[in-house]
């Protein structure tokens, strides 16, 4: 089994910043693609981001240029760094990973998300 855990969530002023991180843990042999997703109240969950294994990156037209995703694969971990945060950002943010087991096996998996709020 795996698990996600996010963690750099809060509330900030628009214009401000937040990082946030995505640490995976447990029976991992590789990691596939990592992304943000992210979910506002009344709305359907959206891709913010995504970085594949060996860097490659793209990103939903509201993040670019403003969002910046990366990842340290020595530890399984997705950050994702928000900068001009708006009062749009305001959402609960999501990681999921694309995680290969001992057995070739690759199964989906999701994080519990962290709360990311932008006053105005």
């Known amino acids: 089994q795996v698990q996600l855990v996010e963690s750099g969530g809060g509330l900030v002023q628009a214009g401000g910043s937040l990082r946030l991180s995505c640490a995976a843990s447990?029976?991992?042999?590789?990691?596939?693609?990592m992304r943000w997703y992210r979910q506002a109240p009344g709305k359907q969950r959206e891709l913010v981001a995504r970085i594949t294994s060996g860097g490659s990156t793209n990103y939903a037209d509201s993040a670019k240029g403003r969002f910046t995703i990366s990842r340290d694969n020595a530890k399984n971990t997705v950050y994702l760094q928000m900068n001009s945060l708006k009062s749009e950002d305001t959402a609960v943010y999501y990681c999921?990973?694309?995680?290969?087991?001992?057995?070739?096996?690759?199964?989906?998996?999701w994080g519990q998300g962290t709360q990311v709020t932008v006053s105005s």
């Open positions: 999921n990973a694309d995680v290969f087991d001992p057995y070739r096996s690759i199964s989906d998996y």
């Open positions: 447990g029976i991992i042999f590789r990691i596939n693609a």
